[in-house]
């Protein structure tokens, strides 16, 4: 099993570019999950998806879109990048029964960096 | 609204010593789960463990251990005689099920504790 894969590992981008994130998980899991880590401020929640077609804004949604393609595939869109969007990405996934008891795995990471 | 707060922002002791990471967590729900994770500096989360608001037993792996303590909201996490492996960044972490959270499992995360061990 390959868990929770992403791509790209590493990204730049000017202000104003658009770009997809994408994120599959193998582990027929519910619940998916975007994140982004800034220094200092752990992991925030951008979007996160409880189930196969439905999506919710987390803590930080602003200037982010996403989509639930299907169980596996969970994506994340910058449709005009900022700076301020220069982070680490990370998607995340668990069995999603919705009580909450289930860790999330965790993809590698995408470093983004807007100039 | 739930809150997790690691105020150690960063620990450095000697490798053999032993190192305790605070955890404290602000919660209205009855029911929930607080997690801590471990990112070495190959970047990618690990979960170390679970423990759900019912168990207040402290929980020992090999060299971790855990003091959950209802009483004052913490959740602690101990490294006996600390080894270079173990410098990472920790990460703990709060889900509830009730209320507007339920049906998910979304997950609040401190703000982390890097922990270098020097050998």
């Known amino acids: 099993n390959a868990g929770v894969t992403q791509t790209p590992k590493f990204q730049v981008l000017k202000t104003g570019q658009s770009m997809t994130l994408q994120c599959a998980q193998d582990m027929n899991h519910n619940s998916m999950y975007w994140y982004r880590q800034d220094p200092g401020m752990g992991l925030r929640l951008i979007y996160y998806?409880?189930?196969?077609?439905?999506?919710d804004k987390g803590e930080v949604p602003n200037g982010y879109n996403v989509s639930r393609l299907n169980k596996r595939e969970f994506s994340l869109r910058l449709e005009s990048a900022a700076p301020s969007q220069t982070s680490v990405y990370f998607c995340?996934?668990?069995?999603?029964?919705?009580?909450?008891?289930?860790?999330?795995?965790f993809g590698p990471g995408t470093r983004l960096t807007v100039t | 609204a739930q809150k997790v707060t690691q105020a150690q922002t960063e620990i450095s002791v000697v490798e053999k010593e032993d190192v305790t990471l605070d955890c404290v967590y602000e919660t209205r729900d009855t029911t929930y789960y607080l997690f801590w994770y471990k990112q070495p500096p190959s970047g990618e989360l690990v979960f170390l463990i679970r423990r759900n608001s019912f168990d207040e037993q402290n929980e020992i792996s090999g060299r971790y251990s855990w003091n959950f303590q209802k009483s004052t909201s913490s959740f602690n996490f101990t490294i006996t005689a600390s080894q270079v492996v173990d410098s990472a960044v920790y990460f703990c972490?709060?889900?509830?099920?009730?209320?507007?959270?339920?049906?998910?499992?979304?997950?609040?995360f401190g703000t982390g504790t890097r922990l270098t061990i020097i050998p």
């Open positions: 998806s409880a189930s196969e077609g439905t999506t």
């Open positions: 972490a709060l889900s509830e099920t009730s209320g507007a959270n339920f049906g998910n499992e979304k997950l609040t």
């Open positions: 995340a996934s668990s069995e999603g029964t919705g009580t909450g008891y289930y860790e999330q795995y």
